[in-house]
């Protein structure tokens, strides 16, 4: 297999910090620095083409995290987008901190084959009787689809796997391409996972 990346996402929502983790295999080497900015650019372009305007003005984007994961203690680097910080534009009060809106990828493969994201930030407006509703899961999963390959106009293309690390969390051991399959958002509105406020992120 090729090299494995894993790409976190960093935002802020009510003054707590978020994160959203995803995993890419390098297709034809390792992505130059000024690839990964071109990468942390895309990113902010796929927020603000598909999520901005359902997010409250209390929600942003700010940047990424990347890092080698398939090679144990390796450091992380971090890119900000060359436009600056995306933010919210919803002008509705924004659903509860600890709601989101769950999207899942289930690729046709053997396991490791699924991946979850769980999406803050949302203003209420993207809810009737306390579910998602059509126009906010659509962005969800069209956000999510435009996750599945990274820097496709540059030379060195990652595209998404699920990843299975080994049992002391220091490397990858396994992987799989789910890149292409379709993402599902769910109506019902998930729970995010979360630490203590203060106590790491």
């Known amino acids: 297999m090729g090299d494995i990346y894993m790409v976190t996402h960093k935002m802020v929502f009510h003054l707590q910090e978020t994160r959203n983790i995803y995993y890419y295999e390098e297709q034809t080497g390792d992505p130059s620095d000024s690839e990964w900015q071109d990468i942390c650019d895309e990113i902010r372009a796929d927020y603000d083409s598909e999520l901005k305007s359902a997010m409250c003005t209390d929600w942003k984007f700010y940047g990424i995290d ?7 203690g390796l450091l992380s680097f971090s890119k900000t987008p060359t436009s600056g910080d995306l933010v919210g534009t919803s002008a509705a009060d924004s659903t509860a901190t600890q709601v989101a809106l769950l999207v899942s990828v289930k690729g046709i493969t053997t396991k490791p084959n699924r991946a979850r994201t769980y999406l803050c930030g949302y203003g209420e407006l993207n809810m009737v009787d306390s579910l998602w509703v059509s126009a906010a899961r659509t962005g969800a999963e069209d956000f999510i689809d435009l996750q599945s390959a990274l ?39 998930a729970t995010q996972r979360r630490r203590r406020i203060g106590v790491g992120i």
Do not use: M
């Open 151 to 189: 820097n496709s106009g540059g030379t060195h293309v990652l595209l998404r796997v699920a990843a299975q690390w080994n049992s002391s969390h220091t490397q990858v051991i396994a992987e799989n391409n789910i890149a292409g399959s379709s993402s599902v958002a769910s109506i019902v509105p």
């Open 66 to 72: 990347y890092r080698k994961v398939s090679v144990a």
